[in-house]
């Protein structure tokens, strides 16, 4: 029988979670595959069940492993998905304060500026089609929060979409649920849905004549006006 791995006495299980994703990361363990009994990871490592237990817990929250009900686990085949829905809990946390919300803010304002400038470069005429049909369900939402809101995050995502690279697509819409509260404190300002579809319009218009400039300094202004109506109605509470 082989020796077991020493592994040291302090903090067994992340010990023992860094061995395995080190063997995940390299590539001795690859997406798909079983890794052995916790029985076995228990000889191999001479530490308890528990250490093994916690170990694996630690490798699934990281999105390395997926432990099915009974079943064994397995190394998981990452996704952008994945990735980012680890990040929620310190995202939550982020938000329950206003320097965090700025934070995120001051994120989103950078990724939606890059966004557009690329949109204005390389949209399709296809593209550029479903952002129109996209803005007229905006225009028509004006008025119904819930719609509005809807439509609002469809227009973004179609920008999204123009990058053609799902990452992009995933943290629009990880950042859309991170925001969601921001949007709804904002069209509780009287004209705020009807102001944010006139900013609309002034990025698509933008985007059609193949402007970069006009399209970032559209967007840069949608997006500062609408804080400056969530931040009237947060700060009063």
Not at 88 to 112: C, D, I, K, N, Y
Not at 117 to 146: F, I, K, M, P, Q
Not at 202 to 226: N, Q, T
Request: charged share 25%; net charge neutral; with cysteine.
């Amino acid at each position: 029988m082989n020796e077991p791995i020493l592994i040291e006495r302090r903090k067994l299980y992340e010990q023992v979670a860094t061995h395995l994703e080190r063997e995940i990361l390299k590539g001795t363990l690859k997406p798909g595959d079983r890794l052995p009994p916790e029985r076995d990871l228990q000889l191999k490592f001479g530490v308890g069940r528990p250490a093994i237990r916690e170990a694996l817990i630690t490798l699934q929250r990281s999105g390395l492993i997926e432990i099915g009900n009974g079943a064994p686990a397995r190394v998981a085949r990452p996704t952008m998905q994945g990735v980012v829905s680890g990040m929620v809990p310190a995202v939550q946390q982020m938000l329950s304060t206003a320097e965090g919300q700025r934070h995120l803010q001051g994120v989103r304002l950078f990724m939606e500026i890059g966004l557009v400038r690329h949109a204005a470069a390389h949209a399709s005429d296809e593209e550029l089609a479903v952002l129109s049909a996209a803005l007229d369900n905006n225009r028509t939402a004006v008025g119904d929060t819930v719609a509005f809101i809807r439509s609002d995050v469809a227009f973004h995502y179609c920008l999204a979409g123009m990058m053609r690279n799902p990452a992009f697509l995933a943290l629009h819409d990880a950042m859309s649920t991170w925001l969601l509260e921001q949007r709804r404190f904002a069209l509780m300002e009287p004209g705020e849905g009807q102001r944010s579809y006139e900013a609309h319009a002034r990025i698509f218009a933008a985007l059609k004549k193949r402007d970069p400039d006009a399209a970032e300094a559209a967007m840069r202004s949608h997006l500062e006006e609408g804080w400056v109506s969530f931040w009237r109605r947060y700060e009063d509470g």
